[in-house]
């Protein structure tokens, strides 16, 4: 099965206190707040894991995107980017 299929599927069979570790822990590791296409807005709202949550309450002006760099990306088999324009991997992938 795909990595991010599998992870999926873990995360669906976690209780609600292991899943709120688990945001705990891709917050942590979250890059988002180093990327130039990170405003203040985003800031203040406390946006972060795009891949996860979905895409940005706030406008968005592209100028780089680290998706690639994010060691999120590969932990969860991700394979799109521009996640906080796009929407969730989930989303992209339409399921």
Avoid: H, W
């Amino acid at each position: 099965m795909e990595k991010f299929l599998e992870m999926q599927k873990k995360m669906e069979e976690m209780s609600p206190e292991e899943k709120s570790e688990m945001i705990a822990k891709l917050r942590g590791m979250c890059i988002c707040p180093q990327c130039a296409s990170y405003t203040e807005c985003m800031k203040e709202k406390d946006e972060l894991i795009y891949c996860a949550t979905g895409q940005s309450e706030c406008l968005v002006r592209m100028k780089e995107c680290i998706c690639d760099e994010c060691p999120v990306k590969p932990m969860m088999g991700l394979i799109n980017t521009s996640y906080c324009m796009q929407g969730s991997e989930k989303e992209l992938r339409g399921l």
